[in-house]
Protein backbone atom coordinates (compact mmCIF):
# COMPACT_ATOMS: atom_id res chain seq x y z
CA UNK A 1 0.00 0.00 0.00
CA UNK A 2 0.69 3.80 -0.07
CA UNK A 3 3.25 4.37 2.58
CA UNK A 4 5.77 7.81 3.40
CA UNK A 5 8.83 7.61 4.94
CA UNK A 6 10.32 10.89 6.99
CA UNK A 7 13.40 11.64 8.33
CA UNK A 8 14.81 12.50 10.51
CA UNK A 9 12.68 11.41 13.31
CA UNK A 10 14.17 14.37 15.79
CA UNK A 11 16.08 17.91 14.72
CA UNK A 12 18.05 20.11 16.89
CA UNK A 13 18.99 23.31 15.39
CA UNK A 14 19.88 26.32 16.33
CA UNK A 15 18.19 29.50 17.21
CA UNK A 16 18.43 31.63 13.47
CA UNK A 17 19.88 27.85 11.60
CA UNK A 18 17.59 26.70 8.78
CA UNK A 19 16.23 23.00 9.05
CA UNK A 20 15.25 20.42 6.59
CA UNK A 21 13.15 17.59 6.65
CA UNK A 22 13.01 15.19 4.16
CA UNK A 23 10.27 12.35 2.83
CA UNK A 24 9.98 9.94 0.46
CA UNK A 25 6.56 8.64 -0.92
CA UNK A 26 5.89 5.17 -2.70
CA UNK A 27 2.36 5.78 -4.70
CA UNK A 28 3.99 7.37 -7.98
CA UNK A 29 0.03 8.57 -8.68
CA UNK A 30 0.42 10.66 -5.70
CA UNK A 31 0.14 14.14 -6.44
CA UNK A 32 -0.41 16.44 -3.57
CA UNK A 33 2.06 17.04 -0.70
CA UNK A 34 1.02 19.40 2.64
CA UNK A 35 3.15 19.74 5.31
CA UNK A 36 1.53 19.90 8.93
CA UNK A 37 2.58 21.00 12.31
CA UNK A 38 1.27 19.98 15.32
CA UNK A 39 2.17 21.57 18.57
CA UNK A 40 1.99 20.02 21.82
CA UNK A 41 -2.09 19.28 22.81
CA UNK A 42 -2.97 20.45 18.99
CA UNK A 43 -4.10 18.85 15.67
CA UNK A 44 -2.26 19.21 12.79
CA UNK A 45 -2.17 22.93 11.27
CA UNK A 46 -1.19 22.98 7.94
CA UNK A 47 1.63 25.33 6.73
CA UNK A 48 2.47 24.81 3.30
CA UNK A 49 1.65 22.05 0.10
CA UNK A 50 2.78 21.65 -2.71
CA UNK A 51 1.17 19.64 -6.33
CA UNK A 52 3.15 17.40 -8.76
CA UNK A 53 3.06 20.32 -11.11
CA UNK A 54 5.16 22.54 -9.27
CA UNK A 55 8.61 21.76 -8.10
CA UNK A 56 9.47 24.30 -5.43
CA UNK A 57 6.78 26.98 -3.43
CA UNK A 58 8.02 29.63 -0.88
CA UNK A 59 6.33 30.81 1.69
CA UNK A 60 8.52 33.44 3.89
CA UNK A 61 10.71 31.35 5.93
CA UNK A 62 8.99 27.76 4.51
CA UNK A 63 9.72 26.43 1.61
CA UNK A 64 9.22 22.93 0.07
CA UNK A 65 10.70 21.09 -2.60
CA UNK A 66 9.58 18.50 -5.06
CA UNK A 67 11.23 15.50 -6.82
CA UNK A 68 8.49 13.77 -8.86
CA UNK A 69 11.38 11.53 -10.59
CA UNK A 70 13.07 10.39 -7.41
CA UNK A 71 9.78 10.86 -5.11
CA UNK A 72 11.07 12.72 -2.51
CA UNK A 73 9.77 16.38 -1.17
CA UNK A 74 11.64 18.25 1.49
CA UNK A 75 10.24 21.16 3.97
CA UNK A 76 12.80 24.02 4.32
CA UNK A 77 13.00 26.15 7.75
CA UNK A 78 15.21 29.06 7.29
CA UNK A 79 16.14 31.65 10.05
CA UNK A 80 14.84 29.02 13.04
CA UNK A 81 12.96 30.58 16.09
CA UNK A 82 11.66 28.90 18.96
CA UNK A 83 8.29 28.96 18.29
CA UNK A 84 8.91 27.07 15.31
CA UNK A 85 9.45 23.87 17.93
CA UNK A 86 7.10 21.35 17.19
CA UNK A 87 5.83 18.21 15.27
CA UNK A 88 6.02 18.50 11.64
CA UNK A 89 4.54 15.58 9.36
CA UNK A 90 4.74 15.49 5.60
CA UNK A 91 1.48 13.83 3.54
CA UNK A 92 1.04 12.56 0.12
CA UNK A 93 -2.74 12.29 -1.53
CA UNK A 94 -4.31 11.61 -4.77
CA UNK A 95 -5.86 14.30 -5.43
CA UNK A 96 -7.59 13.04 -8.87
CA UNK A 97 -9.85 11.35 -6.40
CA UNK A 98 -11.75 13.87 -4.69
CA UNK A 99 -11.60 13.96 -0.62
CA UNK A 100 -8.97 11.20 -1.16
CA UNK A 101 -7.10 10.25 2.63
CA UNK A 102 -3.85 11.77 3.40
CA UNK A 103 -1.01 9.36 4.43
CA UNK A 104 1.61 10.76 6.59
CA UNK A 105 4.84 9.98 7.18
CA UNK A 106 5.93 9.20 11.05
CA UNK A 107 6.50 13.00 11.88
CA UNK A 108 9.82 14.74 13.05
CA UNK A 109 10.49 17.09 16.34
CA UNK A 110 11.98 19.96 16.03
CA UNK A 111 13.83 21.85 18.60
CA UNK A 112 15.01 24.99 18.07
CA UNK A 113 17.23 26.17 20.84
CA UNK A 114 18.09 29.71 21.99
CA UNK B 1 -11.30 31.80 10.85
CA UNK B 2 -13.57 29.27 10.67
CA UNK B 3 -12.08 26.30 12.95
CA UNK B 4 -12.96 22.19 13.29
CA UNK B 5 -14.03 21.47 16.73
CA UNK B 6 -13.99 18.33 18.67
CA UNK B 7 -16.00 17.14 21.87
CA UNK B 8 -14.79 15.85 24.71
CA UNK B 9 -11.34 17.04 24.28
CA UNK B 10 -10.86 13.78 26.13
CA UNK B 11 -13.03 10.28 27.22
CA UNK B 12 -12.29 7.73 29.45
CA UNK B 13 -13.86 4.47 28.92
CA UNK B 14 -14.13 0.80 30.16
CA UNK B 15 -13.49 -1.59 27.83
CA UNK B 16 -16.05 -3.34 25.67
CA UNK B 17 -18.46 0.43 25.95
CA UNK B 18 -19.46 2.27 23.33
CA UNK B 19 -18.19 5.99 22.39
CA UNK B 20 -19.03 8.69 20.31
CA UNK B 21 -16.68 11.13 18.89
CA UNK B 22 -18.15 14.31 17.92
CA UNK B 23 -16.68 16.75 15.48
CA UNK B 24 -18.42 20.19 13.93
CA UNK B 25 -15.90 20.57 10.88
CA UNK B 26 -16.10 24.01 9.21
CA UNK B 27 -19.60 24.92 7.49
CA UNK B 28 -19.73 24.25 4.04
CA UNK B 29 -17.51 21.71 3.62
CA UNK B 30 -18.10 18.94 1.61
CA UNK B 31 -15.87 16.37 2.60
CA UNK B 32 -15.07 14.43 5.95
CA UNK B 33 -12.47 12.64 7.62
CA UNK B 34 -11.77 10.94 10.46
CA UNK B 35 -7.99 10.00 11.66
CA UNK B 36 -6.20 8.88 14.56
CA UNK B 37 -2.82 8.48 16.50
CA UNK B 38 -1.64 6.25 18.61
CA UNK B 39 1.16 7.99 21.41
CA UNK B 40 4.02 8.37 19.48
CA UNK B 41 3.05 7.09 15.91
CA UNK B 42 1.85 8.25 12.92
CA UNK B 43 -1.28 9.69 12.04
CA UNK B 44 -3.28 7.42 10.21
CA UNK B 45 -6.77 7.62 8.10
CA UNK B 46 -10.00 5.72 9.14
CA UNK B 47 -12.65 6.80 6.74
CA UNK B 48 -13.47 9.62 4.54
CA UNK B 49 -17.61 10.51 4.23
CA UNK B 50 -18.90 12.48 1.26
CA UNK B 51 -22.69 12.97 0.03
CA UNK B 52 -24.08 11.11 3.01
CA UNK B 53 -22.22 8.18 2.85
CA UNK B 54 -18.31 6.52 3.25
CA UNK B 55 -16.11 7.29 -0.09
CA UNK B 56 -13.38 5.20 1.18
CA UNK B 57 -12.28 3.63 4.81
CA UNK B 58 -9.09 1.97 5.59
CA UNK B 59 -8.24 -1.48 7.26
CA UNK B 60 -8.45 -0.31 10.51
CA UNK B 61 -12.42 0.71 9.82
CA UNK B 62 -13.81 -1.96 11.12
CA UNK B 63 -17.16 -3.29 11.75
CA UNK B 64 -17.02 -2.16 15.47
CA UNK B 65 -16.88 1.57 13.67
CA UNK B 66 -18.94 3.74 12.25
CA UNK B 67 -19.64 7.20 11.37
CA UNK B 68 -22.70 9.30 10.79
CA UNK B 69 -23.74 13.39 10.01
CA UNK B 70 -26.94 12.97 11.43
CA UNK B 71 -27.78 16.50 11.44
CA UNK B 72 -26.00 18.43 9.02
CA UNK B 73 -23.70 20.16 11.38
CA UNK B 74 -22.05 17.12 13.15
CA UNK B 75 -20.06 14.35 12.11
CA UNK B 76 -19.92 11.57 14.62
CA UNK B 77 -17.27 8.24 14.68
CA UNK B 78 -19.07 5.47 17.16
CA UNK B 79 -16.73 2.66 18.08
CA UNK B 80 -19.63 0.28 18.98
CA UNK B 81 -17.45 -2.09 21.68
CA UNK B 82 -13.93 -0.33 22.65
CA UNK B 83 -10.85 -2.14 23.05
CA UNK B 84 -7.65 -1.33 24.82
CA UNK B 85 -5.84 -0.19 21.58
CA UNK B 86 -8.20 1.84 20.72
CA UNK B 87 -6.76 4.09 23.02
CA UNK B 88 -5.63 7.18 20.74
CA UNK B 89 -5.83 10.36 19.56
CA UNK B 90 -9.08 10.72 17.26
CA UNK B 91 -8.60 13.34 14.66
CA UNK B 92 -11.60 14.74 12.98
CA UNK B 93 -11.16 16.82 9.45
CA UNK B 94 -13.04 18.60 6.89
CA UNK B 95 -12.38 19.67 3.22
CA UNK B 96 -14.02 22.32 1.01
CA UNK B 97 -14.50 20.53 -2.05
CA UNK B 98 -14.27 22.27 -4.90
CA UNK B 99 -10.78 21.21 -6.77
CA UNK B 100 -9.25 21.95 -3.27
CA UNK B 101 -6.94 19.13 -1.42
CA UNK B 102 -6.38 21.10 1.86
CA UNK B 103 -7.78 19.29 4.70
CA UNK B 104 -8.55 21.62 7.97
CA UNK B 105 -7.70 19.60 11.16
CA UNK B 106 -9.81 19.53 14.59
CA UNK B 107 -8.32 19.65 17.82
CA UNK B 108 -8.77 16.09 18.54
CA UNK B 109 -10.14 13.61 21.04
CA UNK B 110 -7.97 11.82 23.25
CA UNK B 111 -9.96 8.25 24.01
CA UNK B 112 -8.51 6.38 26.93
CA UNK B 113 -9.65 2.95 27.04
CA UNK B 114 -9.24 0.94 30.92
Known amino acids: GENVEQHPSTLSVQEGDSAVIKCTYSDSASNYFPWYKQELGKGPQLIID?????GEKKDQRIAVTLNKTAKHFSLHITETQPEDSAVYFC?????????????FGAGTILRVKS | EPEVTQTPSHQVTQMGQEVILRCVPISNHLYFYWYRQILGQKVEFLVS????????KSEIFDDQFSVERPDGSNFTLKIRSTKLEDSAMYFCASNPGSGTDTQYFGPGTRLTVL
Open chain 2, 49 to 56: FYNNEISE
Open chain 1, 50 to 54: IRSNV
Open chain 1, 91 to 103: AASRSDIYGNKLV
